[in-house]
């Protein structure tokens, strides 16, 4: 297994610009989620996805910030408009329904905004 | 609602010493209890989980932790540390309850010297 995908790695844009990542969880795994980690906040959970149906999303900071997950195999977080303070490492992870939350994350994607 | 806490950012400890990182979790019904390792610009792996049973519990890479339900306690251990283990380690606490809220502490930097 190729386990969790996510793209791009590294993403370097100007503040205002649209943020799209991608991520790709490990086939069968019916539970997805977003974090966000950065040295001040640590790792925070923004969304997570059952059976591609959003669950909570309480942790998503603003309006700015909206996920989609249109079938089991990709999900994509997007930034519009982007912001300097959103500049973080983006990690996607899923489990499946079995599994008390032992999570897989993917590398991660590292936004910088300018 | 559950927090952890982490109570070193950063371990320095030379090569092949042992090492203990804590972990303290807070919690008013009953536990599962992780610890992730994340290596430069990676994802978090899983290093050990305890769910229930023995309170001793051995993850990979000879790391091991003991689940202390009086002190509220995940504390991780290593008898010989590598140049290798060097790395950022995370503490996460998942009620039984809780459905899918997987609460991470802030991590501790594993610094091996040799």
């Known amino acids: 297994d190729a386990g969790v995908i996510q793209s791009p790695r590294h993403e370097v844009t100007e503040m205002g610009q649209e943020v799209t990542l991608r991520c790709k969880p490990i086939?069968?795994?019916?539970?997805l989620f977003w974090y966000r980690q950065t040295m001040m906040r640590g790792l925070e959970l923004l969304i997570y996805?059952?059976?591609?149906?959003?669950?909570?999303d309480s942790g998503m900071p603003e309006d700015r910030f909206s996920a989609k997950m249109p079938n089991a195999s990709f999900s994509t977080l997007k930034i519009q408009p982007s912001e300097p303070r959103d500049s973080a490492v983006y990690f996607c992870?899923?489990?499946?329904?079995?599994?008390?939350?032992?999570?897989?994350f993917g590398a991660g994607s590292r936004l910088t905004v300018l | 609602a559950q927090s952890v806490t982490q109570l070193d950012s950063q371990v320095p400890v030379f090569e092949e010493a042992p090492v203990e990182l804590r972990c303290n979790y807070s919690?008013?019904?009953?536990?599962?209890l992780f610890w992730y390792v994340q290596y430069p610009n990676q994802g978090l792996q899983l290093l050990l989980k305890y769910l229930s049973g023995s309170t001793l519990v051995k993850g990979i890479n000879g790391f091991e932790a003991e689940f202390n339900k009086s002190q509220t306690s995940f504390h991780l251990r290593k008898p010989s540390v590598h140049i290798s283990d060097t790395a950022e380690y995370f503490c996460a606490v998942s009620e039984w309850n809780a459905g899918n809220m997987l609460t991470f502490g802030g991590g501790t930097r594993l610094m091996v010297k040799p």
């Open positions: 996805f059952n059976n591609n149906v959003p669950i909570d």
């Open positions: 919690s008013s019904v009953s536990v599962y």
């Open positions: 992870a899923s489990r499946p329904t079995s599994g008390a939350n032992v999570l897989t």
């Open positions: 086939s069968g795994h019916d539970y």
